[in-house]
């Protein structure tokens, strides 16, 4: 028995837990410390008493500091990946609920601020938390502009139209509002106050409400007087579905007057020597240098060729690199699609550079599972080992995830009657086999599959890197996968 | 909270997700079983949580983060004994329910290892750490975590290939 035997052994002893459970954690931290009991206590005194002095000098000056939540900590890796990918990581504040939605600050490491507002997520099952991140519409602001007095409002607010519709219809309405703003409403097609909702910490929204031909918002004090308008009827006179002309006495309020930040300089050259990486595989050799890729196709099979070039002649090249996230890895990178040539260089907008993990290049054609593309793309040019791993994890990951979208998964996953894992292998062809237990996994080349009570389904693949997969379906809901990362169907 | 502080906290998590799983299996081949493993870890980490204004950085963080989870284990492992003997009841090694006799052997075996040979072998083969780190963690020195692999080894291997 070598060391990898035992390593299997050992895990098929003690199933990895996935259930990790930080607030309870942070609960049992809370609930057996007096000292820490006693220092909440002080600490929502201290934030009364700033809250305090803040709506007091709420109406002098600027407005900042008034947004004060309760810490959001259980952040899943995919949203913190998505942050990090935006540019917004930081500490993420919930400031309020108001009926579907949640309101959410998030503080950069840079002071700036980033406003977000999503739906409440209510009985998730493991995959839908992993997956759905909880921001929706999300934007960041420079801190001198909002909150302050020429911009007491962030709205967030969203316009519907669709074909057949008179006019477009405000139907979302919602946003971020500092403290003198008691009310938001909205300027009807006559030009007045139709509709108005409160604002209620800091945060309003008139949940599905719909509003035809809303030409723009006002933000109104507690007397009734305007403090800020924002009219988008901006058009000169109407114009097909969206309102123009102008929102008649509410005149949209001037941008804050504002000196403009200082701009960080750009380097004139780069500031490090430029990383050059170079790699093979499939017929292709790439070699990045920096920001610049370069890919030469003449090693290429015919077939290759055809695959890549297809109808439109367009392939689409990118070079990406893994970021782990919260135990999970994701790939980021960049891509573009180009004629084809022999020799493709690009340099790719989005600024991202060398190193990288991996370079892959694709047709313009589409995948069914089971095809005979296989689960690779065309070409796959490792950069790294770990590039490598990737590559080979991804494509058993596919396999399991292009399954559960074929038409041929659809009476299986959403079936009426309790089907035998037999008859479902049998549908499905012999690339799948029956599986005894959950928690068996499938040779490698083998998509292993157990069926048990409730429509429970498991899927399982064992990638050629020994690493097993699995995505769980109960009540044709998806529920619970490691897959997360390696595919983005799912 | 500092920012030090906080970062500290996000560290801590950070660790408790990534390494979850392997929490529970080391803390599971202490305890010899899962579901009191799972607890110790959770009180582990509350109580690192609470306390880690004392983690000095003289050592890892992973290395102080395991070293309690680890004692936390052992103090599950002495209750549970307690009340197994009241129950009149051996503890066992029962990792899922062993629905196969390879399966209630190797448990079997694992737990019969001296502790520090079964938590080597979690460390070093499940939660995949090197000889360093796991020396750190149970403050021995880097051939001592290698002699008790290499008898962990054996054991289970000569044991083994008399029932596989």
Same mark, same amino acid.
């Given at each position: 028995?070598?060391? *990898?035997?035992?390593?299997?052994?050992?895990?098929?002893?003690?199933?990895?837990?996935?259930?990790?459970?930080?607030?309870?954690?942070?609960?049992?931290?809370?609930?057996?410390?007096?000292?820490?009991?006693?220092?909440?206590?002080?600490?929502?005194?201290?934030?009364?008493?700033?809250?305090?002095?803040?709506?007091?000098?709420?109406?002098?000056?600027?407005?900042?500091?008034?947004?004060?939540?309760?810490?959001?900590?259980?952040?899943?890796?995919?949203?913190?990946?998505?942050?990090?990918?935006? &540019?917004?990581?930081?500490?993420?504040?919930?400031?309020?609920?108001?009926?579907?939605?949640?309101?959410?600050?998030?503080?950069?490491?840079?002071?700036?601020?980033?406003?977000?507002?999503?739906?409440?997520?209510?009985?998730?099952?493991?995959?839908?938390?992993?997956?759905?991140?909880?921001?929706?519409?999300?934007?960041?602001?420079?801190?001198?502009?909002?909150?302050?007095?020429?911009?007491?409002?962030?709205?967030?607010?969203?316009?519907?139209?669709?074909?057949?519709?008179?006019?477009?219809?405000?139907?979302?309405?919602?946003?971020?509002?500092?403290?003198?703003? &008691?009310?938001?409403?909205?300027?009807?097609?006559?030009?007045?106050?139709?509709?108005?909702?409160?604002?209620?910490?800091?945060?309003?929204?008139?949940?599905?409400?719909?509003?035809?031909?809303?030409?723009?918002?006002?933000?109104?004090?507690? &007397?009734?007087?305007?403090?800020?308008?924002?009219?988008?009827?901006?058009?000169?006179?109407?114009?097909?579905?969206?309102?123009?002309?102008?929102?008649?006495?509410?005149?949209?309020?001037?941008?804050?007057?504002?000196?403009?930040?200082?701009?960080?300089?750009?380097?004139?050259?780069?500031?490090?020597?430029?990383?050059?990486?170079?790699?093979?595989?499939?017929?292709?050799?790439?070699?990045?240098?920096?920001?610049?890729?370069?890919?030469?196709?003449?090693?290429?099979?015919?077939?290759?060729?055809?695959?890549?070039?297809?109808?439109?002649?367009?392939?689409?090249?990118?070079?990406?690199?893994?970021?782990?996230?919260?135990?999970?890895?994701?790939?980021?990178?960049?891509?573009?699609?180009?004629?084809?040539?022999?020799?493709?260089?690009?340099?790719?907008?989005?600024?991202?550079?060398?190193?990288?993990?991996?370079?892959?290049?694709?047709?313009?054609?589409?995948?069914?599972?089971? &095809?005979?593309?296989?689960?690779?793309?065309?070409?796959?040019?490792?950069?790294?080992?770990?590039?490598?791993?990737?590559?080979?994890?991804?494509?058993?990951?596919?396999?399991?995830?292009?399954?559960?979208?074929?038409?041929?998964?659809?009476?299986?996953?959403?079936?009426?009657?309790?089907?035998?894992?037999?008859?479902?292998?049998?549908?499905?062809?012999?690339?799948?086999?029956?599986?005894?237990?959950?928690?068996?996994?499938?040779?490698?080349?083998?998509?292993?599959?157990?069926?048990?009570?409730?429509?429970?389904?498991?899927?399982?693949?064992?990638?050629?890197?020994?690493?097993?997969?699995?995505?769980?379906?109960?009540?044709? *809901?998806?529920?619970?996968?490691?897959?997360?990362?390696?595919?983005?169907?799912? | 909270?500092?920012?030090?502080?906080?970062?500290?906290?996000?560290? *801590?998590?950070?660790?408790?997700?990534?390494?979850?799983?392997?929490?529970?299996?080391?803390?599971?081949?202490?305890?010899?079983?899962?579901?009191?493993?799972?607890?110790?870890?959770?009180?582990?980490?509350?109580? *690192?949580?609470?306390?880690?204004?004392?983690?000095?950085?003289?050592?890892?963080?992973?290395?102080?983060?395991?070293?309690?989870?680890?004692?936390?284990?052992?103090?599950?492992?002495?209750?549970?004994?307690?009340?197994? =003997?009241?129950?009149?009841?051996?503890?066992?090694?029962?990792?899922?329910?062993?629905?196969?006799?390879?399966?209630?052997?190797?448990?079997?075996?694992?737990?019969?290892?001296?502790?520090?040979?079964?938590?080597?072998?979690?460390?070093?083969?499940?939660?995949?750490?090197?000889?360093?780190?796991?020396?750190?963690?149970?403050?021995?020195?880097?051939?001592?975590?290698?002699?008790?692999? =290499?008898?962990?080894?054996?054991?289970?291997?000569?044991?083994?290939?008399?029932?596989?």
């Amino acid at each position: 028995m070598n060391e *990898i035997q035992l390593r299997d052994r050992l895990f098929k002893l003690f199933p990895p837990e996935t259930d990790p459970d930080w607030d309870d954690v942070l609960l049992r931290a809370k609930t057996s410390s007096w000292s820490v009991r006693r220092l909440t206590v002080l600490v929502a005194a201290a934030v009364l008493a700033v809250l305090a002095v803040g709506s007091a000098l709420a109406l002098s000056g600027r407005l900042g500091g008034f947004l004060q939540g309760t810490p959001v900590n259980d952040l899943t890796p995919r949203e913190r990946f998505l942050l990090s990918e935006f &540019d917004m990581s930081g500490k993420v504040e919930l400031i309020a609920k108001r009926n579907s939605k949640a309101f959410y600050v998030i503080r950069r490491s840079d002071g700036r601020l980033c406003y977000s507002i999503g739906e409440i997520r209510k009985n998730l099952t493991p995959f839908q938390r992993e997956t759905r991140s909880r921001f929706g519409g999300t934007g960041c602001v420079d801190a001198r502009i909002f909150p302050s007095r020429a911009v007491p409002v962030l709205d967030f607010s969203f316009y519907s139209y669709r074909r057949g519709d008179r006019e477009s219809r405000l139907a979302g309405l919602q946003g971020f509002a500092a403290d003198p703003v &008691d009310r938001i409403g909205v300027i009807g097609r006559d030009k007045r106050i139709v509709f108005s909702v409160p604002v209620e910490d800091n945060v309003y929204t008139a949940g599905r409400k719909g509003i035809s031909g809303a030409r723009g918002v006002v933000a109104l004090d507690k &007397d009734g007087k305007v403090l800020w308008v924002q009219c988008t009827a901006i058009g000169r006179s109407p114009a097909g579905p969206f309102p123009g002309g102008g929102c008649g006495k509410y005149k949209n309020s001037p941008p804050p007057d504002l000196p403009p930040m200082a701009q960080p300089k750009k380097p004139t050259k780069p500031s490090g020597p430029v990383i050059v990486q170079r790699g093979s595989g499939d017929g292709v050799s790439v070699v990045v240098r920096g920001a610049e890729i370069e890919a030469q196709f003449g090693g290429i099979t015919p077939e290759t060729r055809r695959l890549l070039k297809g109808k439109e002649s367009r392939i689409n090249l990118g070079c990406f690199k893994l970021v782990t996230v919260g135990g999970t890895r994701y790939g980021s990178g960049v891509n573009v699609t180009r004629p084809y040539t022999t020799i493709l260089r690009v340099r790719p907008y989005g600024g991202q550079a060398a190193p990288f993990d991996g370079c892959t290049a694709t047709g313009m054609y589409g995948h069914t599972w089971n &095809d005979a593309h296989g689960t690779h793309d065309a070409v796959e040019v490792p950069l790294t080992p770990r590039g490598r791993l990737y590559f080979a994890e991804r494509a058993a990951a596919r396999d399991i995830a292009w399954l559960v979208r074929a038409r041929i998964f659809r009476s299986i996953r959403y079936a009426r009657e309790p089907l035998t894992t037999t008859e479902v292998v049998r549908r499905l062809g012999d690339h799948t086999m029956p599986l005894d237990t959950p928690g068996a996994t499938p040779p490698i080349g083998k998509l292993g599959i157990w069926l048990g009570d409730k429509n429970r389904i498991v899927l399982v693949e064992r990638a050629t890197t020994g690493r097993r997969l699995y995505l769980e379906i109960r009540r044709g *809901i998806n529920y619970r996968t490691n897959l997360v990362g390696l595919t983005q169907v799912l | 909270m500092s920012h030090s502080e906080e970062s500290l906290l996000d560290q *801590i998590e950070s660790l408790y997700r990534d390494r979850f799983a392997d929490f529970v299996a080391v803390a599971a081949s202490i305890v010899g079983e899962r579901e009191s493993a799972r607890e110790a870890v959770q009180d582990a980490f509350a109580s *690192i949580v609470r306390s880690r204004r004392d983690f000095r950085g003289e050592a890892p963080l992973e290395a102080w983060v395991w070293r309690a989870v680890i004692n936390a284990a052992r103090k599950k492992k002495r209750r549970y004994a307690r009340e197994a =003997h009241a129950r009149a009841t051996a503890p066992v090694m029962n990792g899922t329910a062993p629905d196969r006799e390879e399966r209630s052997e190797l448990a079997t075996l694992v737990a019969a290892l001296p502790e520090r040979q079964r938590l080597v072998l979690f460390l070093r083969y499940y939660a995949d750490l090197d000889y360093l780190r796991i020396a750190q963690i149970l403050g021995v020195r880097t051939g001592t975590v290698s002699a008790s692999l =290499h008898a962990a080894h054996k054991t289970l291997r000569q044991a083994l290939n008399e029932v596989v």
